[in-house]
């Protein structure tokens, strides 16, 4: 004879949490996506097959490129989001390789095409006059607020 029990059964934990301050939660099944080039069918909260590690956030680590490299070099793939200063306006970049898209030098932090961080200051120059981001307003010039890097990690 089995005892009984009154145990519930186990449900898994499918609110998955992102420890940023700049996105909500709800966007990760849409960064798993875009990793692995999906366009139709997107990754759900339950099926996300990466976690997002917190690697560093400019507004508590430092906004400087000493910091940047402790706590960012040699991570592999790499997702990087910033704020736009004195807007809501996010810019988000995927590395899928250390060094790849991203230029790194000891004296400097990331690169991104014309957005780069030099001598601990972030600019951003559009040479073609606000015509490469045109239908999401990305302005020709700004500057960085706050930026987090989180390492993908593949389960």
Known sequence: MKPKTNLAPRKPNFKYQLDSTLIESDYVPIFASWIDKKDSSHYNRKNIPYDFKLLHRSSQDGNNTLSFHRNCDNKGAT????????STQLIVSYVSMQNRAFFCGDSHGPTMGNLYCLNDAWSYNNNDNGNRYPKIG??????????????????
């Not at 990305?138 to 389960?155: H, L, N, T």
């Open 79 to 86: 997702i990087w989001i910033a704020r736009i200063k004195n």
């Open 138 to 155: 990305i302005p020709a010039k700004f500057e960085v607020e706050d930026y987090e890097v989180f390492q993908v990690i593949k389960r």
